[in-house]
């Protein structure tokens, strides 16, 4: 069945659907990536790595750019199961940063793609002209040899634009046929060299010394040739295009890794140690003819036909991946047209062919003017370095979504030792990124102004012009304080029916605050998944009478704003809103029990977690009036922020607040007394309102439950455990949340730190 990408404009009066032809198998996606990946950034790097690194350094850089890559390739798996649409990267920010990170990375990998694919037209161009002419069949030399070499690489790019402009299973059948011929050669070599060695082991003296040049230069070589692992991106691009995407792009971008890793480790390795009797080390022989190092290797492994096989070689690898760079780029080009990014004409699709052809043709013309004008080797080291930006993003994505949006996602696939592998990823690549200025200072100034091209199309164009897509929050009324100046307090509603019980405990608080407290009120809307962004507006009527209710018990009581979102995600837009207006205070209610999969609730357990603000969850607090309070104490950095709630809840006439602390038999209590003392002065709550109460058992829990019976109101710290910990092992608040019966509030207190850390993931 055909997935299809729906286009709104933003007042949704009418809805455009668009559909790409679902044709490409597994096999047709995985040798999509292996053919972007073996293509002419091998045959150009070893020569030029085993020049930087000598011998062993080549193994080495193909070996841990295979490790390396397999760390983003995680993360475009993950996702791509999760978004599995035409836009790769694209989608990806989309979703997990919004419109301007998004448009950037797609407009990045468009040029990336497309430059790339240059690149790979020129090389074919090249080695085909050059075998011609060993042949005597052309006879050029000087301009009249360029101009040949360009309109080779002209004709050619012509020609894979024509193949991907008849479909997408011309595109991949023929992939398939270029990545398994080039697959197929490299093998062949891989073999011969293996055998040169078991029937003269003393080639493998061609390995001393192993790093002639030093372990730095690795990272520099690593930096060059990185950009030969990142075929899994063409894969996230043909979501729309393959059957089963959930299951198949994950498997995929993991099988063409492994399957290049062993054949650029086994190519190199014939290359070295084919050399013998030149005079000089080996690798010295090899790295002196540079880019053309790999070829001239191979001439001497198989001297009676190694020029033919490795132009042979050189013609499917470089033809493999000029399909599969257009086949990205036009997709990257295609969702930016899709989002209205681009000028909406971008996805437009023919009528027979159902390709967008339209992305296609200017596709098709970066790839062409840029082999037919400029030096293609600095451009494509810029691409290089913007696929090192892309994957960066990415696994800044799978960290973003994984944590905010998981419950919102259906995962085909999810990568182990999570958030490790991203990590080590983004660690990497920032290193490698700063090291390829020694191979292109160009790099540096290319990708800059590309990028900021972009950054000035999206702000005059794009963010105008770009639709609305399922996994944004859309705001659907606001009346918000302009800014903020002392403290605020955020309140969401749901319903009518606690609305003005929230207000009155915020009200509390501004009391408390002396009145220099502004109040914002926002209520998410619950829309079902199948329900269009335009339609949203029709589920806001309860929303509007909780806003209202909580609205009128305010309006005279200090400076108050509402907001109205929507979002799939009730928690992410609760989260997403306490950020954005800079909320100190949160509060909330809460209806008193879990939802399976989570402890308190599937909007409250993430907001808990990833809120950036203090927290106060409410249940059952629609007294006016507290006389006794219980707080639990056992330390922690939630206990002052207990204490002050506490504080502002009880009636300060005649109204007590009990400081409660248990501890099991044979252990040391805490001691109440001298925390009171600290903590009375800095929340500005006279000493008198306080006492202290012990007790020893073995059973916290019951115990506690048993003395709450006593109290008007329980005030209890959140744990600070993850959600995870919690399913596995529920924490003693949380136990008593969904135990007790009467009036109670949980807060939770936030963290400097993770609450910078938060704000920006």
Known sequence: MNEKADTNTEAGSHRISTELSRNLRLLHVTMMGVGMMIGAGVFLGVGNAIKVAGPGGVILTFALNALIAMFTA???????????????AYNFARVGFGRGTSFIAGWMEWFASSVAGSLYAVTFALYTVNYLSQLGIINAEGFQLILIEKTVAVLIAGCFIYINYRGVSETGSLGVFFTLGQTATLIFIAGVGVYTVFVDPVRLENFKPFMPNGWDKLLI??????????????IAQAGDETIDPRRNLPKAMIYSIFIVVFTYVGVAFAAIVGVKGVGMAPWQWIGSFGAKGFGEA?????????????????????????????????RASYALGRDHMLPPIFA?????????????LFTGL??????????????????????????????LCVIRIRRNMRDEMNYGFMMPLFPMPPLFGILIQAVLAVWLIHMSYIAWIVGPVWIISGIIIYHFYSRHKAIRTEDEIVVLQEEPIPEKRDYRILISVANPANAVSLAMNCYKFCKARK?????????????????????????????????????????????????????????????????????????????????????LG??????????????????????????TVLVPYAGGPNADLTLEVASIMVEHDGGRIVVFNIAPPGAPTQDVDA???????????????????????????MTLLEEAKNYDLVVIGATRESLIKQQLRLSLPEAFALHHKKAFIMVKAKRQIKSLINRWL
């Open 74 to 88: 995680m993360s475009y798996a993950e996702l791509s199961s999760a978004i599995p649409k035409a836009g790769g």
């Open 221 to 234: 070589t690593m930096g060059f040739t990185y950009v030969a692992f990142e075929g899994f991106e063409v």
């Open 298 to 330: 191979i001439s001497q492994l198989i001297p009676s036909y190694g020029n033919i096989l490795v132009a042979i070689t050189v013609i499917f690898a470089s033809t493999s991946a000029l399909n599969a760079t257009i086949f990205s780029a036009t």
């Open 348 to 360: 437009k699709l023919h009528p027979q062919k159902r390709t967008p052809y339209i992305a296609l």
């Open 366 to 395: 970066i790839v062409i003017l840029t082999a037919a004008f400029l030096p293609t080797i600095d451009v494509a080291s810029s691409a290089s370095m913007m696929f090192l930006f892309l994957f960066f993003l990415v696994n």
């Open 515 to 599: 009145d220099k407290t502004e109040v914002e009120v926002i209520n998410m809307v619950p829309v079902p998944p199948q329900v269009p962004l335009s339609d949203a507006s029709k589920y806001s009527q309860i929303g509007e009478e909780a806003i209202g209710e909580a609205m009128l018990y305010l309006s005279s009581r200090g400076k108050f704003g509402s907001t109205m979102r929507y979002c799939r995600s009730i928690a992410r837009g609760i989260v997403s809103a306490a950020a954005e207006r800079k909320a100190d205070l949160l509060i909330m209610g809460w209806h008193g029990h879990g939802k399976k999969g989570f402890t």
């Open 602 to 627: 599937s909007n409250v357990d993430p907001v808990l977690e990833r809120v950036t603000c203090d927290v106060a969850l409410f249940k059952d607090c629609n007294q006016k009036k507290y006389l």
């Open 675 to 701: 925390f009171i003392d600290e903590t009375a002065p800095k929340i500005n709550a006279p000493r008198s309102l306080f006492e202290s109460k012990y007790a020893i058992s073995d059973k916290r829990f």
